[in-house]
């Protein structure tokens, strides 16, 4: 017996040195006073493009699926306008992007915020998180900063974007007015995939300066074209690398980083924006072609991101959050017809629209530790919601100068409140067309008729052309937005046109 307790002891001392470490590593370790917060905001995916959503889709999305069974998922979420740079804006700030401006940011124009501004990720800085952003930014930059001197913008025929020449930019300094000047520790992606400069970013300078002038032109595109402007490129870009390059750096990032701080990762994805470029491997994974592929694809980061999430140990004390910018290309009408997919369900209009299928779209939050998982909310959602809602967790006071048009949703997201938190909404694409939602109802401003959708849409579903004044559904019972009954409640239009004056003219929507 006593030859055994020695050999006991002895193999216990053997092993201090490989067991004490770890130990004295795990009390170091303190549990994170805020959780770990990732946005996966997509690009032009539609509301029927996420298959959880759609029971007649012909694109299978297993790992948004698995998020929603996860968590909760908002059927009735909205981006703050129905193209990219906005939703944007007002997902960063708070502020409904009408507030600054209504159209998307070109090539080599400046920024769409103004100097100091507060943004979702300069808060969570101030908390001690590590913030960090990759792909697609569309928000302009301060191009002053890098352009040479006496450098002036060419133009491309007419309605052409303008353009800098390879040399009338100093590819060696710091590009200001970006992601690192508004909040974000680090950022790696290419701008925006389909406009000049086409160049890896990282932080604030350029990885390889472009060397020629190029329409970063795929012959393999088969839908949408790509609609690549003129202007630099570089070597070291090619447009298939984006989004499997950017999806490694976010593994990398969640695998490497320190978990004794929390960590903030947008990721914004460029896809399924045009160009429609699935890579080889994902190539008829889905039944609506080029671009049902390109979903697929999307997908398929999910996971990815999702999975490191959980090799890291850290998935149970994140919030995940899944979102769109807007609803899907006009393209979407074409691929109804030749694959029978959806891409805005049973949702009237596509990008661009105020129409539901414009701003309508998916929205899945998952937090193991806070939120129940397959809880599925009608509740009224709109992306503006997201910064006060994050102040909320983190326990920043909101000062009544920021984020002016978001509410707190986070008893909504936890179950904590059956009350509807969000009374009202403001849609808005173009300057002077609006609509406004309170509670079931919506009012629509179209000024004109609507080109964009083909007539045999508009035969086969039943839709009328739009009114050349206002429009009001109830979209309670009609989700379509097919019958417009503002003739027979000219009070409520009134009510509501008020309320909408109001949200314009008084600078905020939300009382703190």
């Not at 908002?74 to 997902?91: E, I, K, M, N, W």
């Not at 200001?176 to 950022?187: A, E, I, M, N, T």
């Not at 990721?267 to 160009?275: G, I, V």
């Amino acid at each position: 017996m006593a030859i055994k307790m020695i050999r006991k002891v002895i193999q216990v001392v053997l092993l201090l040195p490989l067991v004490l470490p770890a130990m004295i590593e795990a009390k170091e370790i303190k549990p994170l006073e805020f959780p770990n917060i990732v946005i996966l905001y997509a690009d032009d995916l539609g509301y029927g493009d996420v298959s959880v959503q759609n029971s007649e889709s012909k694109i299978a999305t297993p790992n948004i699926d698995a998020l929603a069974a996860q968590g909760i998922r908002y059927t009735d979420a909205h981006s703050s306008s129905g193209v990219c740079s906005p939703s944007r804006y007002a997902l960063l700030t708070g502020n409904y992007h009408w507030r600054r401006q209504h159209s998307i940011v070109g090539s080599f124009e400046p920024s769409y915020f103004e100097k100091d501004e507060f943004t979702l990720a300069k808060m969570l800085q101030t908390k001690g998180y590590r913030t960090a952003m990759l792909g697609k930014w569309h928000l302009g930059w301060n191009w002053q900063s890098v352009v040479r001197k006496g450098a002036s913008i060419s133009k491309v025929g007419k309605k052409g974007s303008g353009y800098f020449k390879v040399e009338d930019i100093d590819w060696t300094k710091p590009l200001k007015g970006g992601p690192v000047d508004l909040g974000f520790d680090s950022y790696y992606g290419d701008g925006t995939i389909n406009f000049p400069p086409y160049a890896w970013i990282e932080n604030d300078k350029f990885v390889t300066a472009p060397s020629k002038l190029s329409y970063a032109e795929i012959p393999e595109v088969t839908e949408g074209k790509g609609k690549f402007r003129l202007g630099p490129q570089a070597d070291d870009w090619k447009p298939f690398e984006v989004l499997p390059r950017i999806t490694e750096r976010a593994v990398k990032i969640i695998d490497e980083h320190n978990a004794e701080k929390p960590l903030f990762l947008y990721f914004s994805f460029p896809s399924p924006h045009a160009p429609i470029i699935p890579n080889k491997e994902f190539i008829g994974k889905s039944k609506a072609g080029s671009y049902g592929d390109f979903v697929y694809q999307t997908d398929w980061v999910v996971g990815e991101i999702v999975k490191a999430l959980k090799d890291k140990g850290i998935e149970d004390d994140t919030l995940v959050i899944f979102s769109s910018d807007n609803g899907p290309e006009y393209y979407a009408y074409e691929r109804m017809k030749k694959h029978g997919h959806a891409s805005m369900a049973n949702l009237r209009g596509a990008k661009r629209d105020i129409w539901e299928g414009g701003h309508r779209v998916p929205f899945i939050a998952k937090w193991p530790a806070k939120i129940s998982a397959g809880k599925v909310s009608d509740e009224l959602f709109s992306q503006v919601d997201l910064l006060a809602t994050i102040a909320s967790i983190v326990d920043y006071p909101l000062s009544n100068e920021v984020a002016v048009d978001s509410y707190n949703m986070l008893a909504s997201l936890t179950g904590k409140n059956d009350n509807v938190i969000r009374q009202s909404t403001v849609h808005n694409t173009s300057k002077g067309k609006y609509a406004i939602r309170v509670g079931d109802w919506v009012l629509v401003d179209h000024s004109k008729k609507d080109k964009r959708q083909p007539k045999w849409y508009l035969t086969e579903y039943g839709y009328n052309l739009p009114s050349k004044s206002f429009e009001l559904f109830n979209l309670r019972t009609d989700i379509e937005q097919k019958h417009n009954v503002a003739s027979k409640h000219p009070e409520r239009v009134k009510e509501m046109q008020a309320l909408l004056l109001k949200y314009q003219t008084s600078g905020r929507s939300v009382k703190r």
